[in-house]
């Protein structure tokens, strides 16, 4: 297997919705947008894409996330990026991070959908996948042009950020 491949997984989330439900409020998909994303990006070589599922995060049961991590376990890259809601994102990288030893995985969503007007998505997935291709093996998250561990990181729904608990990636 090539190293320089980068092997994205999309689960769905903010960053794929099509719109959401206004009674439940849980994001829609019909498929995922990610490959225009990539291409909207500039990134045309070197990445395996796959949709594993489309799901709001908050509907991501622990058996999906054993399909994850199975999934991330079982590809030949050693690269990965995933796409996932925001929501349970932490949750998904506790998970991989306890589990996933030899790969480096980047978990990366947004806050405004890939198809509406000032979207996150796109700068945040390219930032993802240059950011797979830099660090040591681990799980991590990448939001708004910051990096976080999996064991340090926690979102921060009142200032729709992620931060740090304590230490600093760099």
Not at 94 to 115: E, Q, S
Request: hydrophobic share 40%.
């Amino acid at each position: 297997m090539d190293e320089s491949v980068v092997r994205v997984i999309a689960t769905g989330g903010t960053i794929d919705e099509d719109h959401t439900d206004h009674v439940t409020g849980r994001s829609l998909f019909t498929q995922s947008r990610v490959p225009q994303m990539l291409a909207d990006a500039g990134i045309t070589n070197g990445v395996a894409f796959e949709t594993l599922f489309t799901k709001d995060s908050s509907d991501i049961t622990e058996e999906e996330r054993k399909r994850i991590l199975e999934h991330c376990l079982s590809c030949p890259e050693k690269r990965i990026v995933i796409t996932h809601g925001t929501n349970t994102m932490v949750e998904t990288a506790v998970a991989l991070g306890k589990n996933v030893h030899n790969k480096t995985v980047v978990l990366v969503g947004a806050f405004i959908p890939f198809i509406r007007e000032g979207s996150d998505a796109v700068p945040n997935l390219k930032f993802a996948i240059e950011k797979v291709k830099q660090l040591s093996p681990g799980v991590y998250i990448a939001m708004n042009g910051e990096l976080f561990l999996w064991n340090n990181v926690r979102k921060n729904k009142d200032k729709r950020v992620f931060e740090n608990l304590e230490k600093t990636v760099e």
